[in-house]
């Protein structure tokens, strides 16, 4: 595809909030139709990083937990952040460790997203993880998880009903699906 030049003018940008986390920065902007208005941008301060892992069996591991935002409890394939200047792969294993206490022998990069690029510049990488080994989870602070082992084959389902809705475990199990031929 060729190369597409970028038709947002932006005029200035101050902060509107920062955390640990993320900062939102608010933008005064000319849009590709010549309209002047405001952007925000929620940026992040760490890559999303997510893991499928795949044992000897075709069973796979999801995380359940309580989702502030949503105000909903959530199933998920185990991630987590890594800071921005750390290695992706290091920080992988690290979320898959302390989320299922599982170490990989194997891992292979299955998908590179953007989660909401319409208002976040997040960029999240998934993995698949085999060869595992389990062990003993190491959970943050704010995490109260529930981790489930099943077939790879009805994770994929989940996703496909609706039982999963996290766009990151969506787009990592449909894939998985369709490579697998699930």
Same mark, same amino acid.
């Given at each position: 595809?060729e190369e597409k030049k970028n038709n947002w003018?932006?005029?200035?940008?101050?902060?509107?909030?920062?955390?640990p986390w993320v900062n939102v920065r608010e933008?005064?902007?000319?849009?590709?139709?010549?309209?002047?208005?405001?952007?925000?941008?929620?940026?992040?301060?760490?890559?999303?990083?997510?893991?499928?892992?795949?044992?000897?069996?075709?069973?796979?591991?999801?995380?359940?937990?309580?989702?502030?935002?949503?105000?909903?409890?959530?199933w998920e394939i185990p991630m987590g952040g890594? !800071? &921005?200047? @750390?290695?992706?792969?290091? =920080?992988?294993?690290?979320?898959?460790?302390?989320?299922?206490? +599982?170490? %990989?022998?194997?891992?292979?990069?299955?998908?590179?997203?953007?989660?909401?690029?319409?208002?976040?510049?997040?960029?999240?990488?998934?993995?698949?993880?085999?060869?595992?080994?389990?062990?003993?989870?190491?959970?943050?602070?704010?995490?109260?998880?529930?981790?489930?082992?099943? !077939? &790879?084959? @009805?994770?994929?389902?989940? =996703?496909?009903?609706?039982?999963?809705?996290?766009?990151?475990? +969506?787009? %990592?199990?449909?894939?998985?699906?369709?490579?697998?031929?699930?």
């Amino acid at each position: 595809m060729e190369e597409k030049k970028n038709n947002w003018q932006t005029l200035s940008s101050r902060p509107i909030y920062d955390n640990p986390w993320v900062n939102v920065r608010e933008y005064q902007v000319i849009n590709p139709r010549g309209g002047e208005g405001i952007y925000g941008v929620v940026s992040f301060k760490n890559k999303a990083l997510a893991i499928v892992p795949i044992d000897e069996e075709q069973h796979t591991w999801l995380v359940g937990q309580w989702r502030y935002p949503l105000n909903e409890y959530s199933w998920e394939i185990p991630m987590g952040g890594g !800071p &921005l200047s @750390e290695d992706i792969l290091t =920080a992988a294993k690290r979320e898959l460790q302390e989320e299922t206490g +599982l170490t %990989a022998k194997k891992w292979t990069e299955l998908l590179r997203i953007h989660t909401s690029n319409s208002v976040t510049d997040e960029e999240g990488f998934v993995f698949i993880a085999e060869d595992l080994t389990p062990g003993e989870t190491l959970f943050d602070e704010t995490e109260d998880l529930e981790i489930r082992r099943l !077939p &790879l084959r @009805e994770a994929v389902a989940m =996703a496909m009903d609706g039982r999963i809705t996290d766009s990151i475990s +969506l787009a %990592a199990l449909l894939k998985i699906g369709m490579m697998y031929k699930l």
